[in-house]
């Protein structure tokens, strides 16, 4: 059973990171909107049940620095990566080149570090802690990218849609 959890978090991410590729893609073709910046980490956050379950239940100490690392630099690439532009008086998401590349870097980080914890962890509470981290990221990255649609529309509300007649 161990060894059939210890496939299942190695193929997971894997199918995860390409499921937000093509969402990814897909988001670039449709305006953006409050509800699609943030609707993601508000859906996100039903995963927090999985810590009803004992066996997934990790120290307090432990949680919130995997949610803080996950804020504070594992949101930077996806910040940074992530532009918004008016395109005729609809916000649109920029597609970013090395975006692919941020995520591929995640997933390689999330890989090597499960090694890591998983010697010190059950299969069970790396998941619970990668998920932590996870979430803090894109808390980060979905609340900078909404406000900075808020700023890109107040931006295009000061500004007249015709010329002034003279």
Same mark, same amino acid.
């Given at each position: ?5 210890? $496939?299942?978090? =190695?193929? !997971?991410?894997?199918?995860?990171g390409a499921a937000i590729i093509a969402w990814?893609?897909?988001? #670039?073709? =449709?305006?953006? #909107? ?9 859906g996100m956050a039903t995963g927090f049940g999985m810590f009803v379950v ?10 919130? $620095?995997?949610? /803080?690392?996950? !804020? ?14 008016? =395109? ?5 998401? =920029? ?21 890591? $914890? ?20 894109? /808390?980060?990255?979905?609340? #900078? ?15 007249? #849609? ?5």
């Amino acid at each position: 059973m161990q060894d059939l959890f210890r $496939i299942a978090f =190695r193929v !997971a991410p894997v199918v995860g990171g390409a499921a937000i590729i093509a969402w990814r893609i897909q988001e #670039t073709r =449709r305006p953006v #909107t409050p509800v699609k910046i943030l609707a993601p980490p508000l859906g996100m956050a039903t995963g927090f049940g999985m810590f009803v379950v004992p066996a997934m239940r990790v120290p307090l100490s432990w949680a919130l $620095i995997a949610l /803080v690392a996950g !804020a504070l630099f594992l949101a930077v690439p996806l910040v940074r990566s992530s532009s918004l532009e008016d =395109r005729d008086g609809v916000v649109m998401m =920029r597609r970013s080149p090395g975006f692919l590349l941020i995520l591929l870097g995640l997933l390689a980080v999330r890989l090597a570090l499960e090694d890591v $914890i998983g010697h010190v962890v059950s299969p069970l509470q790396t998941a619970a802690l990668f998920y932590l981290a996870a979430f803090g990221m894109i /808390v980060r990255w979905r609340v #900078t990218m909404y406000l900075r649609y808020r700023a890109l529309k107040a931006d295009v509300r000061r500004w007249p #849609t015709e010329a002034p007649m003279r």
